[in-house]
């Protein structure tokens, strides 16, 4: 199975901040690598998707890059309703899986 | 508007069984592969089950095989997932999500129900 780490697992940023957040899968994955975003135990809202292409509605202040083993997920400038927890997932390769998440605080 | 309805969810001893249901609208379902994904109590996704398009082909993670069965009805729109032999690592929500594809075979989970919760104890 691949697995993926995020680091950090949370963090704490003002609003108008850069925000950064990393995905590390266990093995190469090519592009394969999605981002969601989930709040207060709502469904999660898929937010990036082939490493970098921005799903349709989705700000652009939030953006994606890597290919390999190594992603990033970037919030250029971090607004009140973007403070959530964040996955990446990998479909490389069943199973599907999930990164731990990053919670993203004031 | 693509909507994803989950019913089913309930309190279960452990051992026992349900069914699931994820109620599909806004899209055509019988062209599109769907999937289960849970979230335990305050813990991160974790990918349960996917279905093809057309039912031919089922994927389950190994924390479940065997032990829940994915299926669809395209004629109702409808996904299921049975689940037997349920423990109390089995609580969690479950969502069922839209399978969608990118780059001729990445795969990602555009639209997601609200979720049902399964809770196992005795």
């Known amino acids: 199975d691949i697995q993926m780490t995020q680091s950090p697992s949370s963090l704490s940023a003002l609003v108008g901040d850069r925000v950064t957040i990393t995905c590390r899968a266990s093995?190469?994955?090519?592009?394969?690598l999605n981002w969601y975003q989930q709040k207060g135990g709502k469904a999660p809202k898929l937010l990036i998707y082939?490493?970098?292409y921005l799903q349709s509605g989705v700000p652009s202040r939030f953006s994606g890059s890597g290919s390999g083993t190594d992603f990033t997920l970037t919030i250029s400038s971090l607004q009140p309703e973007d403070f959530a927890t964040y996955y990446c997932?990998?479909?490389?390769?069943?199973?599907?899986?999930f990164g731990g998440g990053t919670r993203v605080e004031i | 508007e693509v909507q994803l309805v989950e019913s089913g969810g309930a309190l279960v001893q452990p051992g026992g069984s349900l069914r699931l249901s994820c109620s599909a609208s806004?899209?055509?379902?019988?062209?599109?592969?769907m999937s289960w994904v849970r979230q335990a109590p305050g813990k991160g996704l974790e990918w349960v089950s996917g279905?093809?398009?057309?039912?031919?082909?089922?994927y389950y993670a190994d924390s479940v095989r065997g032990r829940f069965t994915i299926s669809r009805d395209n004629s109702k729109n409808t996904l299921y997932l049975r689940m037997n032999g349920l423990s109390a690592e089995d609580t969690a929500v479950y969502y069922c999500?839209?399978?969608?594809?990118?780059?001729?075979?990445?795969?990602?989970?555009?639209?997601w129900g609200q979720g049902t919760l399964v809770t196992v104890s005795s």
């Open positions: 999500a839209k399978v969608d594809y990118y780059d001729g075979s990445g795969l990602d989970f555009d639209f």
């Open positions: 806004g899209f055509t379902f019988s062209n599109y592969a």
């Open positions: 279905v093809s398009s057309a039912d031919n082909n089922t």
């Open positions: 093995q190469t994955i090519s592009r394969h």
């Open positions: 082939g490493a970098s």
């Open positions: 997932q990998q479909s490389y390769s069943t199973p599907l899986t």
